[in-house]
């Protein structure tokens, strides 16, 4: 199947700094997704975007739809304690409805 | 609104015995995946319902997975024999609509094969 790699695999900051993390591909994607999981729970959806070089918005948190279709990016801004958890991106392709999650980047903030 | 419910969410068993797992999608949600998430590896789709027919499980070993949707509405997906890799956490999500990407997760069923 497709791989969706991301980077980095993990970080450790301090509260208050901003993250940035992407999401890289070798294939075309239609649909970027943006996960959440913490430990023990199943991911919760953060941003979705649809359209090359769609830039969006949910509070502190901004993601991109690459302009090549074959990435995407993800920034926190202004980190705190309960951002901790693993992101994921999650990658759509139409023609056969493939569904592609990443590799995951582990959050970690340090109070 | 009531969020996508999976049971049991433990479980544990010895291989080459039989288990199934249950999901309740988002009311109204057409759409019904299961994923397999092994410890530290993003979710991997195993099959996708539309309603009560399968869209695709093209990543289902289907020499010991099965699932089924028969009313279109809950789920069941079923292991039999485990083996000691089924290990993992088993992940059911639903969406409005199949042209609807996003997707939303219950809480999962930890399987312990031994």
């Known amino acids: 199947g497709q791989q969706l790699n991301q980077s980095p695999q993990s970080m450790f900051i301090q509260e208050g700094e901003d993250v940035s993390m992407n999401c890289t591909s070798s294939s075309i994607f239609n649909t970027w997704l943006w996960y959440k999981q913490d430990p023990g729970e199943g991911p919760v959806l953060l941003i979705a975007?649809?359209?090359?070089?769609e830039l969006t918005s949910n509070g502190r948190l901004t993601a991109q739809f690459g302009i090549t279709r074959k990435d995407s990016f993800l920034n926190i801004s202004a980190s705190i304690p309960s951002d901790v958890g693993i992101y994921f991106c999650a990658g759509f392709i139409n023609t056969g409805n493939q569904f592609y999650f990443g590799t995951g980047t582990s959050l970690t903030v340090i109070p | 609104e009531a969020g996508v419910a999976q049971s049991p969410r433990y479980k544990i068993i010895e291989k080459r015995q039989s288990v199934a797992f249950w999901c309740n999608p988002i009311?109204?949600?057409?759409?019904l995946y299961w994923y397999q998430q092994i410890l530290g590896q993003g979710p991997k789709l195993l099959i996708q319902f539309q309603n009560n027919g399968v869209v695709d499980d093209s990543q289902l070993p289907k020499d010991r997975f099965s699932a089924e949707r028969l009313k279109g509405v809950d789920s069941t997906l079923k292991i039999q024999p485990a083996k000691l890799e089924d290990s993992a956490v088993y992940l059911c999500a639903s969406s409005l609509d199949i042209a609807i990407r996003e997707q939303y997760f219950g809480p999962g069923t930890r399987l312990t094969v031994t």
């Open positions: 009311s109204g949600h057409a759409t």
């Open positions: 975007l649809y359209k090359a070089g």
